[in-house]
């Protein structure tokens, strides 16, 4: 029994193992949403390269982190994150897509891991360092070979291990299944790693690389140059016809690649308590305040009306909130405070007791299961002299164990007074869930002012009279104005504010939704001028319409238009201007100057890494021609951001620092490591992939 309480303990490290062959590239810790997609006619999410991702694999794949991440949370005391699951199930898609296109690139070069490989990491001489960490004994820092063969000796072989109950064997089973997976992630995460470090070594760098980088980081110039502002020519004077901005269009089209996008717009009401809501909670806690105050029975009235239940505990007064320090600080033992509002809830406080005890109380504990008989040999061992650090690999003992009085809702009230009374010889007593234990106070804190306090406090929520009136209301407007436009246009003289969101199929929220899934699902299989139904997501009511449906491709061009017109208009008058200045026949900067109508200026320092120049703004052409022109020379003229320039470079700057080749090469290598890290976003960009998986959420 008590190995099967250590295969229990063992369910967060499975949790965290699970995850390692998720690499830099590779994102995988998700919950599922609880649709079930075998209602939908369709049996794939996506296909990548051919390769079909079906439905009830992705599902699966979904349930079981789902399960894993539910565990994690529940084990650390929390609840999953709202707004979570569209998150997961997005991200598991991604996951699953990575893993195809990496599976493809390891078969193309031919990188395995062998079994022996593997059994090697699971158990041979290299164990995983994630495993390691797993069974490292706590007291020692030593990785624990014999706890982690004991644990597979278990879960492989529950029967020869004692264990034969139907509900012992379930769990082990799913531990074993967990650790199957996790041999299998981890023989993908060294497949992945090979294969990432195999791609590193392809792109070091050369002395030449060195080199060129050195110069392009260190070198500098000083130019002297003059500037006609495209300013000079009048707009109306540079004519712009449809034809040109469609081959401009042509040109840029391809920087401006677009997903499948559905431009909404919504309404997202909040769901608050009304003035009513509040006077209702005001009146009750004001009826409830003189009997509060004055009963014997302060533990029946908490009980029966709080939102948070009588706490029969002494906490430590330093640690109490600032509200309660307070009162606690002056009050005598039975008074009580008004009616305090603050943060949408009415509050009470009545002093109940006070005394001065250790905050702390530090407990050795040997742990045991409901019914394990062993419990009285070992306690008889221990209160003979034994020497708990002895006790058997197969015995639960978790020493330092700090335990405070308000812990009891997670200990057991019994557990907790049994420690606070206890004396300094070992004892027996049981925690919650029947978990019994043998117990050694072995330190306690110094004592400190404590007090017991009785807290009745009731927050004010929405109705169920507000909550449809909200609903009703909403319901009747979007009944009214049934159509987009109307839907959007009217929404100001209703009341309503409507928000605008262009939303992608792989979205998980809109702005000001967190959990925007739902409507995102429904926009992308709804048609332009849909109205959506009323969602109810994270205490608001949402209603959405599709304003805009944009097909996959490129943003369109009047989308564009401009930028388009203004890009355009300045490569003309850079044409102008150019010509003017070829008839002008100038090959002195001072000629140049004459020629623009402008006086020469000067610019120091200019370098490539610094593309803002000095009285010029950002002008990274200029910057790069500046560094390639011999001193003395003059430029032809630069189309630049701003107007048409001429440059001389009138002095280059020494180098700061010398050439270190060596640094250089290690500097160049950085840079090209970070590039790998991109690599599977460019399979991504070059592979074949269909997403349906917005069809089913």
Same mark, same amino acid.
């Given at each position: ?85 569209? +998150? ?271 905050? +702390?109380? +530090? ?335």
């Amino acid at each position: 029994m008590a190995t099967l309480e250590k295969i229990r303990s063992k369910a967060a490290m499975l949790v965290v193992v699970i995850g390692i062959a998720l690499l830099a590239f590779i994102i995988g810790d998700f919950l599922n949403s609880g649709q079930s997609f075998f209602m939908m006619n369709q049996n794939k999410v996506a296909t990548v390269n051919g390769t079909t991702i079906g439905v009830e694999e992705y599902q699966a794949r979904v349930s079981a982190r789902t399960e894993q991440m539910q565990a994690m949370y529940q084990q650390n005391g929390m609840s999953v994150p709202e707004g979570m699951s569209a +998150t997961i199930q997005m991200d598991v898609y991604d996951q699953m897509v990575s893993e195809l296109l990496m599976s493809e690139e390891l078969d193309a070069v031919g990188i395995t891991v062998s079994d022996a490989e593997l059994q090697d990491m699971l158990t041979g001489n290299n164990i995983h360092p994630e495993i390691a960490r797993s069974f490292t004994n706590p007291e020692t820092g030593v990785f624990d070979r014999q706890a982690l063969d004991n644990y597979l000796s278990v879960i492989f072989n529950p029967e020869e291990n004692g264990y034969t109950e139907p509900a012992q064997l379930e769990q082990i089973a799913m531990q074993r299944q967990a650790w199957l997976d996790m041999e299998k992630q981890i023989r993908q995460t060294r497949a992945y790693e090979k294969f990432m470090n195999l791609l590193s070594a392809a792109m070091a760098p050369n002395k030449v690389d060195a080199e060129v980088g050195f110069a392009a980081q260190t070198k500098s110039v000083d130019v002297a140059y003059v500037m006609q502002p495209y300013s000079t020519i009048a707009d109306s004077t540079v004519e712009v016809s449809k034809s040109d901005l469609q081959a401009e269009y042509n040109n840029v089209k391809a920087r401006y690649e677009i997903p499948e996008t559905r431009t909404i717009r919504y309404i997202a009401v909040d769901v608050v308590p009304s003035a009513d809501d509040y006077a209702k909670v005001e009146e009750k806690v004001n009826m409830l305040q003189e009997q509060f105050a004055t009963t014997d029975d302060v533990a029946s009235i908490v009980d029966n009306n709080s939102d948070v239940p009588y706490e029969d505990a002494f906490v430590t007064v330093s640690t109490m909130p600032a509200a309660m320090k307070n009162f606690v600080e002056g009050a005598k033992v039975g008074e009580s405070t008004p009616v305090n509002f603050a943060d949408d809830a009415y509050t009470m406080y009545r002093l109940m007791a006070t005394k001065t005890a250790p905050d +702390t109380v +530090t407990v050795n504990l040997v742990n045991f299961a409901m019914g394990d008989t062993r419990i009285d040999s070992v306690y008889n061992v221990l209160t003979s002299g034994g020497n708990i650090d002895a006790l058997g690999a197969d015995v639960n003992v978790m020493k330092e164990f700090a335990v405070t009085e308000d812990m009891y809702a997670g200990l057991g009230r019994s557990f907790v007074a049994d420690v606070f009374a206890a004396g300094d010889n070992y004892f027996k007593t049981e925690s919650l869930g029947g978990t019994q234990h043998i117990v050694k106070v072995v330190k306690r804190s110094a004592p400190v002012a404590k007090a017991k306090v009785a807290t009745l406090t009731i927050g004010v929520s929405p109705s169920v009279d507000t909550e449809t009136n909200l609903y009703n209301t909403l319901s009747s407007y979007v009944a009214k104005y049934n159509n987009a436009q109307q839907f959007a246009d009217s929404a100001y003289v209703a009341g309503y504010t409507v928000m605008p969101a262009d939303c992608q199929a792989s979205q998980v929220t809109i702005p000001g939704v967190k959990d925007g899934r739902q409507i995102i699902h429904w926009a992308f299989n709804a048609k332009k001028g849909d109205i959506s139904e009323i969602f109810e997501i994270g205490g608001r009511y949402v209603v959405a319409a599709v304003e805009k449906i944009v097909k996959e491709g490129y943003r369109p061009m009047e989308d564009l238009e401009t930028m388009l017109t203004s890009s355009v208009r300045r490569d003309k008058k850079a044409a102008i201007i150019a010509e003017q200045l070829a008839a002008a026949n100038a090959t002195t900067i001072e000629a140049y100057a004459t020629a623009m109508n402008a006086s020469v200026d000067t610019a120091k320092y200019v370098s490539l890494m610094s593309p803002s120049i000095q009285g010029m703004g950002y002008e990274p052409v200029v910057a790069g021609a500046a560094t390639a022109l011999e001193v003395g020379k003059v430029s032809a003229p630069i189309t630049g951001n701003r107007g048409v320039y001429v440059l001389q470079v009138v002095n280059e700057n020494p180098v700061a620092r010398p050439y270190d080749e060596a640094s250089e090469m290690v500097r160049l290598q950085q840079q090209y490591t970070s590039a790998t890290n991109q690599f599977l976003e460019v399979l991504k960009d070059k592979a074949d992939i269909e997403n349906t998986l917005v069809r089913f959420f």
